[in-house]
């Protein structure tokens, strides 16, 4: 066995510094489209090219406003446009709840607080999910983002976890396993939503079958936008909800209020 | 056995019941038999002809059922498409399992979905809608069902329970999932035992069902080929390739050849990628954890390479009907080839390694097994079936995108063991590698896309996905949307044979050959 010791010593240490750190490797993260000024002309044919409607006419005039929770990075408002809409290949997207909108709602707001800040358990549920969210959140696991050296473990059973992870648009047969996870859960407990059909249904939901995302069955603390979001995008949205990042805004563009333009 | 010829002795034994009807340039045979001929014909052409079966396609037409059993055998065979039909209040229909026993699971899944019985089939019931949360009478597939319906909150009935099947003294059922085991997919398994071997493994699947082919009726093609790549992200572009072709064979168009090499190297690379995360799987599964974090660094890797290449990690927004939506740098294909050549030295390092690590052969060897005949009669495909002696390569069988332009190999071993489905899965990542090579030294200048109308008519895609044969059958109506899509994924021919490999092996052998068995839950429940 002793050739595994030596190929493991070999092999050095691959993990990323995020978040101390900038990650500058090519091909961690799809990067997301960026709503803001946009020629007068442009701005009606980039909103007709998502089939998703995540990118809308914003408030003030020739603006976008892309709503990252539908975002199902088909690109086509990339490859199929006279002007691509601006991309951005950052990561840090994860947003707070569905109720706060990104803002902190007191001094400790949604976030799980110090006591959790370096030992928090997760528990995965997939609820419908078409295995990419599933395997990026895998991926942390892994020697290149390794989440135990910031404090966060997967456990299997619910009652040892802190923070709830769902991916998947919530299907009708994973609705029942998800809410008895949630309320096997000690208090206090968060819930993370994962990927654009977590947070919307994506291009599953809302149907007979399956619902328009996590939000419709549980309180969602931390929403992390993708589809999927790469592993940094979820590490991203774990910190956010330990209150070690700040959170990101659900919508890129967006003027003034969010209320009035996302719905 | 050109179609000529099958239907010379197509009329020799049925004379004129039987109607033949080839299509040339989509190289398909249709024959159109009576309901009381089926199980007949399906026999003749399983078990005497040697042809493969590869689904069940149900359409309702205004007036009438009309019931497609796909078969396909050779490459100077054309795939053979056995056709009934009858009025619509005649629900009921003789069921061909008893002897194409891969016909089953397509039979509860037409029983569930359409509300059609079939007449011999020996157990139809809780299958895709479940009994606890359905109640009896729904029939999503039908046309009058509304798709867009938002769910009523249902209650499911906490007496429930799956019924069991071992009956003796002292045997007990232990129940696992759906949630469970951290990082796995959603599905519940029942393992009946007396003591330490499973002796019924059941598992319960469609947690995840999404109504993807109800959901894409009505839309259009640009919005279903949203859902082919997305119901399951780990075989994204093999399932958007076979609906592309669909959509390039109803609409009489070839992509490029420059479009049709870039497919067979995204393809390879999502190939490459997925056998990685299944062996990552199998050494995670026996607890080999430095084998597993290495794979799992060549994992990470390629799907930084499909990220830097395409701009997605997982190959999303790139194919289209016609061909390719962007074209890729001739200097990027080849320093992704020479990053591949990196990750085949490093994958062929520790396949080396694995085979000197007696403690993780001992897991693998003799355990698990699956027998030629039961993987030919449960039609297992891709390396499962492959690694119980049968090969049919949809690549080789049925070629699509220039694949007889490459050379490669289709490993095969004969054991069907979890040993010899891992070394299946070491084989097809080097033969992979080297398909992307040859189809990267073959990538020509020019466009990589060519419109494709949407016309209306129907027609079947195929690909041989990472986990085996996928067809996808498509039908476009007049007004150019999508009237019927349906999938036959690999995963749903293989969770169908599961229980051949978990059965009279001990409990703990179990998440070992479920990793060896290399299944996507997304994939079957679509």
Redesign the interface.
Known sequence: ?S???R??IK?RI?TTHYPAQAET???????LPQGGAYAAADVSSLVNLC?TKAISPGLVKDSLIVDYRRC?????C???ATTPLRWEKGWQWAAGGQKCDGVASGPEGNRLGRVFARSVHI??????????C??????L?????NMHRLGFF???T?RHADILLVV??L????R???L??YEAMPTPKRVIAVGACALSG??????????AGVGQALPVDVQVPG??P?PLAILHGLLVAVGRQTPATITSGAPVSLEATTR | MNSSDLSQQMAQRWHDQVRMHTEPQRSCCEMECPAGLLPEIARWLFAELDYSFAGLIVEEDPAQWALRYEFHRAREDAPVQVLVRRALDEKTFPSISDCVHAADWHEREAEDMFGLLFEGHPRLGDFIL?DD?WPEGVE?MRHQ???????PE?R?NPHWRLRRIVQAPGAFAMPIG?????????VHFQLETVGEDVIRCVPRL???????E??AEGRSP??VL??AE?????S?FAHALSFSQAMETIGGVAPPPRARRLRVFLAELERLRHHV?ALEGICESTA?T??A??M??L??EL???????T????L???LTPGGL??DLEDGACRRAIAATRDILRRLR?LEK?LQ??S?FLDRLEEVGVVGTKDARTHGLVGPVARASGVVRDLRKVLPYCDYEAFTFETPMESEGDGYARLRILFAEAAQSASIMQQAGAALCAGPVHTPCPSRPGAALGWVEAPRGAAFCWLRISEDGQVARYRLMPPSFANWHGLHLATENFAFQDFPIILATFDL????N?R
């Open positions: 066995m050739q595994w010791v190929i493991g092999t691959k490797a090519p091909g961690v993260s799809p990067g089939p199902i990075h088909c690109f086509r990339v490859h199929g528990i995965v549920v997939d609820a419908g999910d078409c295995g990419a599933l395997n990026e959140v895998k991926q696991n892994n020697p290149y983002y997967l456990t299997p619910p998947g648009p299907t009708e047969h994973m029942l396993p998800l008895k996870t994506g291009v599953f939901g809302p149907s007979f079958i399956s619902g589809h999927p790469p | 479940h949360v999503p069902f509304n798709a867009q319906r938002s769910v249902r499911p759906p949630v469970f085991s951290g990082l796995a997919e959603s469609f947690y995840k069902y999404r109504g993807i109800k959901i640009e919005d949203l859902l997305r119901f399951c992200a780990t994204a995360a080999l430095v084998a974090s290495q799992a660094l994992q990470e799907l930084r390479l499909g990220g830097a290449l701009g997605h990690r997982y999303f927004g790139l939506r962007c390092q390694m000197f690590s403690s996507s839950v997304a994939e429940d």
